[in-house]
């Protein structure tokens, strides 16, 4: 079975930081590409932030490029998201997903999910 857990959101003021951890299991995760995307309340779900299976090639939005870093630790299975000098429109749930052998800007383009973790930054 496989599972995707995120951790490491929380309350933070803006211009702070926090990193997010997605603890993966049950697939062989370096032969997945991880992404971050975010829901906040009413919209869809926005792309953040995607990482290759091999680590090599990195993609982010533009409204985070600069302030966001994903890096993945393929001997934990594990996938990070830190995020910096937070704003209040970083304001979301944050959810991991895997995808087989790719990455994608698209949400439902990927395989696996987590549950999400609530990120609210005060302004």
């Known amino acids: 079975q496989v599972q995707l857990v995120e951790s490491g959101g929380g309350l933070v003021q803006a211009g702070g930081s926090l990193r997010l951890s997605c603890a993966t299991s049950g697939l062989i995760f370096s032969s997945y590409g991880m992404g971050w995307f975010r829901q906040a309340p009413g919209k869809e779900h926005e792309f953040v932030a995607a990482?290759?299976?091999?680590?090599?090639?990195?993609s982010y939005a533009d409204s985070v490029k600069g302030r966001f870093t994903i890096s993945r630790d393929n001997a934990k299975n594990t996938v990070y998201l830190q995020m910096n000098s937070l704003k209040p429109e970083d304001t979301a749930v944050y959810y991991c997903a895997a995808k087989a052998f790719d990455i994608s800007w698209l949400f439902e383009k990927y395989d696996y999910w987590g549950q999400g973790t609530q990120v609210t930054v005060s302004s």
């Open positions: 990482m290759e299976q091999s680590g090599g090639g990195t």
